[in-house]
């Protein structure tokens, strides 16, 4: 009882404190400096149609190798940690209906999540949600067939050999182009077409790939340990 | 310079192909990683004396800034990123140097490596770093790494001591990141240099404030300071113990220390009130670790709580805010990475010969393991400030800055802390290495060859640092890195120029 009044007065504190902050910050209704620059430049000097996608990767492009690296390592770290194996308790097989149905979406999530990761740089979407988009049509596969096989060498061989191709688009940059990671390293394209925008879309396969590849192998450990 | 890149991407490569590498043949991943940590080495060296203590910049993808608005991301090397990566560096390659035989006891060698690598990416990455979301998200990375190097014995123990660190180490990226976003809010910019003139000209508002405060909390959580060190005395004993060492040695500073510095000094501008939370939070650490420290029978365990005692000193150092004192807390910084990453090899070294770390259960080591017991006898010295070894002279320096202060009664504090370390590390001594052999360590033997190199490595450093106070020496080492802390606030037109 003390401790949740405790806990109460501690809540209130904090209310008392942050109270001033939201009442002065609003939203705002302006873009500020470092925005306005992006929606102006974007779309004239990458040809991106999708200004955050040119954010994400070009101009704030070694954040997001860095947010590639925490799923990496999030996959490296469950890799061994799931390696103690147990028995879980038998497990129904898949019903009739959901084993055909899930036969049948398969191709077609797969095919929606290449979609979404090549038009990364013209639509809202890109190379992490894509990826994920394929990792659930693998969860479905799993499900509707217990016994699919899953080839873990195949999987660690994309997953590398997309991190370091993205790695050596980025340097490739560097040597041909202005800088690290720079897109302009392939032309702009014409505005809106599939392949323009630089490197944007080859990057965001890499990523969709990687992305993918890792998702399935966590849900393919997280099945073994069953 | 794109040499900065070098710092971030070639350990990256090293850890997307590793995993490639080891499938084909195990023993490679050992071939790459050292290779891989020694040219990080030999890049840190070269960069340090081509930069000879001068910023240097680049920008990432070519972005200047667009009419004064930095649209892209820098990287920056001046004098205290380069004293940084410099230590981060050297401690990495022994580290690694030294997992060639003891991770041979655990399964999986490639993909410890794969998480070394990306550690030390996330470290070089925090430090070179010039914009704030992206210091976070390497902070993110190293942070990541080392949860799951702490776990990677996958025992109860280790299990148990990384659930605790990624909770704890959790609450602190949240709290940084709610920093960053009030931040972003209030000054409308990511990038340091450009925030440090923001924060010049509408000067430290409420809202500033608040993020700071969020940033002291955060920051301090990942530096473990008193009141915030709960995580670490389970994290860095559970490790492997070159994990260890990279914990105690450098990945505090790197995520603590290091952002801490850079924020309240060359963004914020440091003020008295700023200055006396550093001072405080250093003399709390540096008294109530060493008494922690005392009571403790498990070798790892003990030193982990000295490490909480000795960042202690350095924030104690840096935050009496005078050109000697951030000397010598910065002086100390590298001090304590090379002392108490030798102590954490030490105490793997007598895992790796008896499979216990209980103090009372050892004895009469000495003999048995010859190298293990000077180099730890060296370390033991450093750390409780004994001359002339490198702790003496960095704590010297701590507190006679102190009195130069006028901060007398923690000049008293901090000595008193020093008397204490030397006598837990007696006791160390005493009961690892000195007192009767016990029956069951008849068979002990000296570790294995590379082990003992990297300690001897350690050791010879340990004796050799104070010559880092030469001023010829110090002129491209320690006085540019005091100087990007002194000088405060011109870190904006350094890296921007103009």
């Not at chain 1, 996959?75 to 097989?93: H, M, N, S, W, Y």
């Not at chain 2, 969020?214 to 709960?230: E, R, V, Y």
């Amino acid at each position: 009882m003390i401790k949740r009044l405790f806990v109460l007065l501690a809540v209130a504190g904090m209310a008392v404190i942050l109270i001033p902050f939201v009442s002065g910050n609003g939203a705002g209704d302006a873009l500020n400096n470092v925005a306005a620059t992006y929606v102006e430049d974007a779309p004239r000097d990458l040809g991106t149609m999708n200004i955050v996608t040119a954010v994400i990767v070009t101009y704030r492009g070694l954040d997001t190798l860095g947010e590639v690296l925490v799923l990496f390592i999030a996959t490296a770290g469950v890799g061994f940690l799931l390696k103690k194996r147990r028995e879980g308790d038998p497990v129904q097989p898949p019903s009739e209906i959901l084993s055909t149905g899930g036969m049948i979406l398969m191709p077609l999530i797969v095919l929606f999540g290449i979609y979404v990761f090549s038009h990364g740089h013209l639509t809202p979407g890109g190379g992490f949600q894509g990826g994920v988009i394929i990792a659930t049509a693998f969860l479905l596969a799993m499900l509707s067939a217990r016994r699919l096989p899953i080839y873990s060498g195949l999987l660690t061989w994309i997953e590398s050999v997309s991190g370091f191709a993205y790695l050596a688009v980025g340097v490739l940059g560097l040597v041909l182009a202005g800088g690290f990671l720079d897109s302009r390293l392939l032309p702009a394209g014409r505005y809106g077409s599939l392949l323009s925008s630089g490197t944007i879309p080859l990057i965001y396969t890499f990523i969709g790939l990687k992305v993918g590849t890792e998702l399935v192998s966590i849900l393919d450990k997280l099945r073994s340990n069953q | 310079m794109s040499l900065l890149l070098y710092f971030i991407i070639v350990p990256l490569g090293g850890a997307f192909l590793l995993p490639i590498i080891s499938r084909l043949r195990e023993s490679l991943s050992d071939w790459v990683g050292n290779a891989i940590t020694a040219l990080l080495l030999y890049c840190s060296v070269y960069g340090v004396i081509t930069a000879s203590g001068k910023t240097v910049t680049y920008f990432v993808g070519g972005w200047r800034p667009i009419a004064d608005i930095p649209v892209g991301i820098n990287l920056v090397m001046d004098g205290l990123s380069g004293l940084m990566l410099l230590i981060v560096n050297i401690v990495a390659l022994l580290v690694t140097l030294y997992s060639v035989n003891y991770m041979a006891r655990y399964t999986d060698k490639g993909k410890y490596y794969t998480l070394f690598l990306l550690m030390v990416a996330g470290l070089n990455g925090v430090i070179l770093s010039g914009d704030l979301f992206n210091l976070f998200v390497f902070l993110e990375i190293t942070a990541i790494a080392s949860y799951a190097l702490v776990a990677f014995g996958i025992e109860d123990e280790e299990l148990e001591a990384s659930f605790k660190y990624q909770v704890l180490g959790g609450t602190a990226s949240a709290l940084i990141l709610l920093g960053i976003a009030v931040f972003y809010q209030t000054t409308g910019t990511l990038n340091l240099a450009d925030a440090s003139r923001v924060i010049a000209g509408i000067g430290h508002t409420p809202t500033v404030l608040f993020a700071g405060v969020l940033f002291m909390a955060g920051f301090c959580l990942k530096a473990a300071l008193i009141p915030f060190h709960a995580w670490l005395p389970d994290a860095h004993p559970a490790a492997p113990a070159p994990i260890s060492a990279m914990l105690s040695g450098v990945v505090i500073k790197v995520l603590g220390v290091y952002p801490l510095c850079r924020l309240f000094f060359n963004v914020y501008g440091i003020t008295p009130l700023i200055q006396d939370i550093f001072m405080v939070l250093g003399v709390v650490s540096i008294i109530l670790g060493v008494f922690l420290a005392l009571s403790q029978w498990d070798f790892k365990r003990l030193l982990a709580y000295h490490s909480i005692s000795q960042i202690g000193y350095v924030v104690l150092g840096i935050g009496l805010g005078t050109p000697l004192g951030i000397l010598g807390g910065l002086f100390h910084l590298i001090n304590h990475s090379v002392f108490k990453s030798l102590l954490f090899l030490n105490a793997g070294s007598v895992v790796y010969a008896t499979d216990t770390r209980e103090l009372k259960e050892l004895g009469g080591l000495q003999r048995k393991m010859p190298v293990t017991g000077a180099t730890s006898q060296v370390a033991s010295f450093s750390i409780a400030g004994l001359p002339p070894f490198n702790g003496f002279w960095s704590k010297l320096i701590i507190i006679v800055a102190c009195v130069q202060a006028g901060q007398m009664l923690f000049a008293v504090l901090a000595v008193i802390g020093s008397i204490l370390t030397l006598l837990s590390f007696l006791k160390v001594q005493r009961y690892v290495f000195f007192d009767a052999l016990k029956e069951k360590w008849k068979n002990v033997r000296e570790v294995p060859f590379l082990m003992c190199v990297s300690m001897i490595v350690f050791a010879l450093l340990c004796i050799g640092m104070g010559l880092l106070l030469l001023p010829q020496i110090s002129a491209v080492t320690l006085k540019p890195a005091a100087d990007v802390l002194y000088t405060g606030l011109e870190y904006a037109t350094k890296v921007l120029g103009g």
